[in-house]
C-alpha cells in the first residue's frame, strides 16, 4: 500500500517557501523607500494589496514568532518595559518592535512599517497597536468595530453561513457599515497621500473577483476533502495552505489555492491518501495540529480531516459585491466574517463525515458545542490542551473505546 | 443628620433613594459607566442609577457565565460583581437597564445578560438596551453617536410615553450641570493648599451623586458647601490616585491611613465624573451630543496622549507630591497605559507607586498598608 501513501503536499511546501520569499523581497522594497504595512487580520489586507502595498498580518506575524518559540523572550522584553500582558501572542509582533533587534527576531524582523491599522474591537487591541506604531514611529489608525463586534449586536440567526455570500447586507447592521466605510474611505486618501500610491476602484473590483475565485476553490478542495475516505491530505498540511489566506485578493493568492484544488483531485484519481489505514474520522476545533494527532492514527487509525477553520474560505470570505460596490461589501467583511456557533460546527462534523469531533477549550468556560452535539449523537470531546500527555491520552482512548467506536459499528481496529 | 451624613448614608445604602423612588410609582433606569447621557434619562422622568459592584459580595452565579469567543477577556471583579448583583435581584428596583458601548467587558454583559433574560425569565433581570457609542473622537464617531443617542432618547420616550422637549432637556442639563459646578468646587477643595476635604470624602460625595436624585443631592452638597468653615484642614503627602474603577473605598481608607490624603484622581468613580459640563448656548442636544463625544476620556479612549495627558494634567493641578496607581487584574484597558503614565509623571517630579494585578476586593490590607506606608515616607 506504500505507493498510496502521500507524502508532503507539493504546493505546501512551495507556500512555506514563497511565505520567506515574499518577506525577503518586501524587506528589499521598503529598502528602496517603498510603504509597508502592518494589520491585524481582516481588517484591511485586501485594499492595501489593491494599493500595491505589501501588508503584514499581525496575527500570522504572531504565529511566526510563537512557532520559533520566542515567546518566553518577548515576555521578558515586555516586562522589563513595565508591561504584564494577559494575552501575550496578541503582545508578540510589539515585543518584537521593542526589541528591535534583528539577531533575535524571526526572518530577521519586520521593515519598519509606513502605518498600522487595527480594529478597537477589544481594549487590548487598540492599545498594543497604538504602542507598537510608537515604537516604530509611524501612525496608528484605529478603525471602529473591527471583526466580529457580535457582542453588540444580535446574534447571527441560524444557519448563518447560507446567508453570508449572497445576504451579507442583512447580518450587518447599516448605520455601523456606514462608519466603517467612511473610516476606510479616509484611510485611503490617507494612504494615497502619504505613500503617493493610487486608489483604483477598477482594481478593487478585481481584487474582490479574486477573493471569490479564490474562495470558490477553496470550496472544491473542501469538498473533496470532505466526499473522500481516506482522506487525501493531512491536517499540517491543510493548515499550511491556510497561509494562502493572508494574500487575499491577489492572483498569486489565487493561483496557490487553486493548484492546491488540483493537487487534492490528482491524488484523490489516483487513490493517494494521508492514512490509507482510515478507520475513524475526526474534526479538531481549532487551527493546529495537536502534539496526540501521530498517537491517533497509530492507535485507531484515525484521521484528523478538518479543522476549525476548513469552512471558513467558502462560508465566510466569499462575497457578492452588490451594487458595484466593492468598497462597502469589502468593509462589511471586514466586520462581519463568522459566529463559532455549534449548528456551523456540527455541519462541518457531518460534511466531512466524522465520527467524532475534538475540541480544545479553556477550563474556565463551558463548551458551547456540548448540548447540540449531545442532542445530534455527534461525540465531542472537550479537551483543555492539545498536549500529548498520559492524561490526555488516556483521555482520547476512553472517548475513542467507549464514545465514538460503539457509535461507529462498522469498524474493527 | 449633617448634609454630610445624609450624603454618605446614600453612599453606604446606595439603593435607598431609588427604591424610594420606585415606591412613589416612579421607574428607575440603571445605567453603567459614566458615559450614557444621564439627562437623556432625567430628562424622561425617570431616575438614572449607576450600578456598582460589591467587593464584600459573592460573585458565584456571574462564574456560571464566563465571557466566551476566542478572544474575549476575562471580567475584572467589579464587572463580575456587577453582574452577579443583577442575578441575585438586588437591582430588584430596576425597570430598564441601557449597557453601554464602554470597555469590552462591560458591552459584553449585554450579550450575556439579554440570553439568560430569554431563557431563563426567573432572574427577572429588567428590559435592556445597549447604547453603543464610539471609542475615538474623530467626526465621523460623532455623527454615528449621535445617531445611537437620538435613538436612545427616542426608546425612552417609548418607555414614558411623552415626548422629551428640548424645555425638559434644558432643565435636566441645567441639573446635572449645577452638580457637576458644585463637584467641581469639591475638587477645588480637594486640591487647595491645604486640603479641607479627604479622598475617602469626595469618594462618597462624588458616588452619590450617581444614586440619588440629582436636585436632592444638589441641595445637600450646597448645603454642605455653605458650612465650609466648619471643614478642618487636612494634612498629609498629597497623593493622587491613577486606577481602575473604584467603587469604593477600600483604597482610599488604605492610602489616608497612612498619613496622606489623596487630593484627587483619575477613574470613573471619582472627579473624572463631572470635570466637564454641558455647554447651555444652543441646541440641547446637540450640546449634550458634544459634551458626552468630548468628555474626559476614560481607559478604553484613543489615543493613549490624551489619556496621559489627562492624568497628569490633573495629578498637577491637584498639587500631588506621588501617585498610587491601583490597576485590577484583568483591566488590560488601563494596564497598557501605566508605564506612560509612570514615566509622565516622573517628568512632572512626581514619583509613583505602580499596585499590579490588584483583586478588587484587597485581599492582604495590612500588606498593601505596610507598601503603601513605606511609599508615603519616601516621598
Ligand atoms: S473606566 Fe470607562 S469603561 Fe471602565 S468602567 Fe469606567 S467608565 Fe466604564
Redesign the interface.
Known amino acids: 500500500m506504500s505507493d498510496t501513501i502521500a507524502g508532503e503536499l507539493k504546493i505546501a511546501g512551495e507556500m512555506n517557501a514563497y511565505q520567506r520569499k515574499w518577506l525577503a523581497n518586501v524587506r528589499e522594497r521598503v529598502g528602496n523607500g517603498e510603504p509597508f504595512a502592518i494589520c491585524n487580520g481582516d481588517e484591511f489586507e485586501e485594499i492595501f494589496n489593491a494599493m500595491d502595498i505589501p501588508v503584514m498580518v499581525l496575527n500570522y506575524w504572531s504565529k511566526i514568532i510563537a512557532t520559533e518559540a520566542k515567546a518566553s523572550y518577548y515576555k521578558k522584553v515586555l516586562k522589563e518595559r513595565g508591561y504584564d500582558p494577559l494575552h501575550l501572542f496578541f503582545s508578540l509582533g510589539l515585543a518584537c518592535a521593542m526589541d528591535n533587534n534583528p539577531e533575535t527576531a524571526p526572518w530577521g524582523g519586520l521593515p519598519k512599517p509606513s502605518v498600522i491599522v487595527g480594529g478597537s474591537k477589544h481594549d487590548r487591541e487598540m492599545k498594543v497597536l497604538e504602542l507598537w506604531a510608537r515604537e516604530c514611529g509611524c501612525p496608528f489608525i484605529p478603525m471602529e468595530f473591527g471583526l466580529n463586534t457580535t457582542p453588540e449586536q444580535p446574534p447571527l440567526p441560524p444557519r448563518w453561513w447560507e446567508r453570508m455570500r449572497d445576504h451579507w447586507d442583512e447580518l450587518i447592521d447599516p448605520d455601523r457599515l456606514n462608519v466603517r466605510v467612511e473610516e476606510e474611505k479616509s484611510l485611503i486618501r490617507f494612504l494615497e497621500i502619504t505613500t503617493g500610491k493610487h486608489f483604483s476602484p477598477a482594481k478593487l473590483d478585481r481584487v474582490a473577483e479574486l477573493i471569490n475565485e479564490q474562495m470558490d476553490y477553496w470550496g472544491k478542495v473542501r469538498d473533496l476533502i470532505a466526499a473522500t475516505i481516506p482522506c487525501p491530505v493531512s491536517l499540517p498540511d491543510q493548515i499550511a495552505m491556510y497561509q494562502a489566506m493572508w494574500h487575499r485578493g491577489t492572483e498569486m493568492g489565487c493561483n496557490f489555492i487553486k493548484a492546491y484544488y488540483e493537487e487534492i483531485k490528482e491524488r484523490v484519481e489516483k487513490g493517494i491518501f494521508a492514512n490509507p489505514n482510515e478507520k475513524l474520522r475526526l474534526m479538531y476545533i481549532p487551527a493546529t495540529t495537536p502534539a496526540y494527532a501521530g498517537f491517533l492514527e497509530e492507535t485507531y487509525h484515525a484521521s484528523l480531516v478538518c479543522f476549525g477553520y476548513s469552512s471558513i474560505p467558502i462560508d465566510c470570505y466569499a462575497r457578492t459585491v452588490h451594487n458595484n460596490d466593492a468598497l462597502r461589501t469589502l468593509a462589511s467583511r471586514h466586520m462581519v466574517l463568522f459566529s463559532e456557533t455549534p449548528d456551523w460546527r456540527l455541519k462541518d462534523a457531518q460534511l466531512h463525515q466524522c465520527d467524532g469531533v475534538i475540541e480544545v477549550i479553556d477550563p474556565a468556560m463551558p463548551s458551547l458545542n456540548k448540548p447540540l452535539f449531545d442532542a445530534s449523537g455527534m461525540p465531542l470531546l472537550s479537551l483543555y490542551t492539545d498536549k500529548d500527555t498520559r492524561d490526555i491520552k488516556s483521555r482520547l482512548s476512553r472517548w475513542i473505546e467507549t464514545t465514538v467506536l460503539p457509535n461507529h459499528k462498522g469498524v474493527t481496529l | 443628620m449633617t448634609p454630610f451624613e445624609i450624603i454618605q448614608t446614600h453612599y453606604c445604602r446606595r439603593d435607598l433613594a431609588a427604591r424610594a423612588w420606585k415606591q412613589k410609582g416612579g421607574k428607575v433606569v440603571g445605567y453603567f459607566c459614566d458615559n450614557v447621557p444621564e439627562e437623556l434619562i432625567q430628562a424622561a422622568g425617570f431616575f438614572p442609577y449607576r450600578l456598582s459592584g460589591d467587593p464584600t459580595g459573592t460573585v458565584e452565579i456571574a462564574e456560571k457565565y464566563?465571557p466566551?469567543?476566542?478572544?474575549a477577556?476575562?471580567r475584572e471583579g467589579f464587572v463580575n460583581s456587577m453582574f452577579n448583583r443583577l442575578m441575585t435581584g438586588e437591582y430588584d428596583f430596576l425597570d430598564f437597564l441601557v449597557v453601554p458601548?464602554a470597555?469590552?467587558t462591560i458591552?459584553?454583559l449585554?450579550?450575556v445578560l439579554a440570553e439568560i433574560k430569554d431563557q431563563n425569565p426567573s432572574f427577572h433581570l429588567p428590559e435592556l438596551y445597549?447604547l453603543?457609542n464610539?471609542?475615538?473622537t474623530f467626526y465621523?464617531?460623532g455623527?454615528?453617536n449621535r445617531?445611537?443617542w437620538r435613538e436612545f432618547k427616542t426608546t425612552l420616550e417609548q418607555w414614558s410615553g411623552k415626548e422629551i422637549t428640548d424645555m425638559a432637556l434644558s432643565d435636566a442639563i441645567a441639573v446635572t450641570n449645577e452638580n457637576r459646578t458644585l463637584l467641581k468646587k469639591i475638587a477645588a477643595l480637594r486640591a487647595a493648599d491645604p486640603p479641607r476635604i479627604s479622598g475617602t470624602q469626595a469618594l462618597r460625595i462624588i458616588g452619590s451623586s450617581m444614586f440619588m436624585l440629582k436636585e436632592e443631592h444638589n441641595r445637600r452638597l450646597s448645603q454642605f458647601l455653605d458650612e465650609l468653615d466648619k471643614l478642618s484642614a487636612k494634612d498629609g503627602v498629597r497623593v493622587f490616585v491613577e486606577a481602575s474603577p473604584l467603587d469604593h473605598l477600600q483604597l482610599y481608607d488604605i492610602i489616608e491611613s497612612c498619613g496622606a490624603i489623596v487630593v484627587g484622581e483619575d477613574h470613573c468613580w471619582g472627579n473624572r465624573y463631572s470635570d466637564v459640563l454641558i455647554n447651555t448656548a444652543g441646541d440641547p442636544f446637540e450640546a449634550l451630543a458634544d459634551r458626552y463625544h468630548n468628555k474626559s476620556p476614560c481607559?478604553?479612549m484613543?489615543?493613549?496622549s490624551r489619556r496621559i495627558d489627562y492624568c497628569v494634567n490633573s495629578a498637577v493641578s491637584a498639587g500631588a507630591q506621588g501617585a498610587i496607581i491601583n490597576v485590577y487584574e484583568?483591566d488590560?484597558?488601563l494596564?497598557?497605559?501605566?508605564?506612560d503614565a509612570?514615566k509622565a509623571l516622573e517628568e512632572k517630579g512626581i514619583p509613583s507607586l505602580?499596585l499590579?494585578?490588584q483583586p478588587y476586593r484587597i485581599a492582604d490590607p495590612d500588606l498593601l498598608t505596610s507598601r503603601i506606608r513605606e511609599f508615603i515616607k519616601s516621598i
Not at chain 2, 68 to 71: A, D, F, K, V
Not at chain 2, 335 to 339: G, L, Q, S, V
Open positions: 464566563p466566551t469567543g476566542t478572544m477577556a476575562p458601548h470597555r469590552e458591552h459584553r449585554h450579550q445597549f453603543d464610539l471609542h475615538t465621523w464617531s455623527v454615528y445617531l445611537r481607559p478604553r484613543f489615543p493613549l484583568f488590560e484597558a494596564m497598557w497605559e501605566i508605564p509612570v505602580h499590579r494585578n
